[in-house]
């Protein structure tokens, strides 16, 4: 397969890693939802359509999928999405997502630049090092060259600014790095404004293919760099 990219930009949040389904799964237990944690790992991707489908920015249809995707029956969703907002936040965002940290160390082994940017709040810096999956420099997961956390910049996606330092770091030109996000409204629509080409991580096939190229699993990109 002929080679496409010289380098990859990962978004973090369900891509590198998921929400922790060890604390959604017993929480919503008690009101019909799955243990199962390859049913929580749908129901991320479930919200996350839920959000792109929203012509306004409304992340109270996340959870409003999330929970409905887990099996929560109608006449327990009240008291269970009350239960999931108030302990859903920025904190959960550190369950190693399946594949994320081989993938990127193939990458490394192989010299690919790789970085990651994210819209976060001051923390996935730390998450991903702890974590293991990835860390700038020397450490248990895969060495990448930046992570770019929006709170920490004051940029965040879709703005095409927020790519900007990551480009310069990876040291190649927009138009030969792919940028991997979970979101058409933040990740699809900021890269292509920096030029990047998005890939859509859609493991379950919920966007439709004619709209945004996309991939159902981390290990496809060992396919095109």
Request: charged share 20%; with cysteine.
């Amino acid at each position: 397969m002929t080679k496409r990219f010289d380098a990859v930009l990962f978004d973090a949040g369900g891509v590198l890693v998921m929400p922790d389904p060890t604390v959604l799964a017993p929480l919503l237990v008690p009101y019909g939802g799955s243990a199962d944690y390859a049913v929580h790992h749908r129901a991320h991707y479930a919200g996350m359509r839920a959000v792109d489908r929203s012509e306004e920015e409304d992340w109270t249809r996340y959870g409003d999928a999330y929970v409905a995707t887990v099996g929560v029956p109608v006449e327990h969703m009240d008291e269970a999405l009350l239960l999931f907002r108030s302990t859903f936040n920025v904190h959960l965002w550190r369950y190693p997502n399946e594949g994320s940290a081989v993938v990127l160390r193939t990458l490394v082994e192989r010299e690919v630049p790789i970085g990651v940017v994210s819209n976060a709040s001051g923390q996935i810096e730390g998450v991903l090092a702890r974590v293991g999956v990835c860390q700038v420099g020397e450490g248990t997961g895969a060495g990448v060259l930046c992570v770019v956390d929006s709170h920490v910049v004051g940029i965040s996606k879709p703005d095409p600014g927020i790519f900007v330092s990551a480009v310069e770091a990876v040291g190649i030109h927009p138009d030969r790095i792919a940028y991997v996000g979970d979101s058409i409204r933040y990740d699809v629509r900021g890269a292509t404004a920096a030029g990047l080409t998005p890939l859509l991580l859609d493991p379950y096939g919920d966007a439709r293919p004619d709209e945004h190229e996309r991939i159902e699993s981390l290990r496809e990109l060992l396919d095109l760099v």
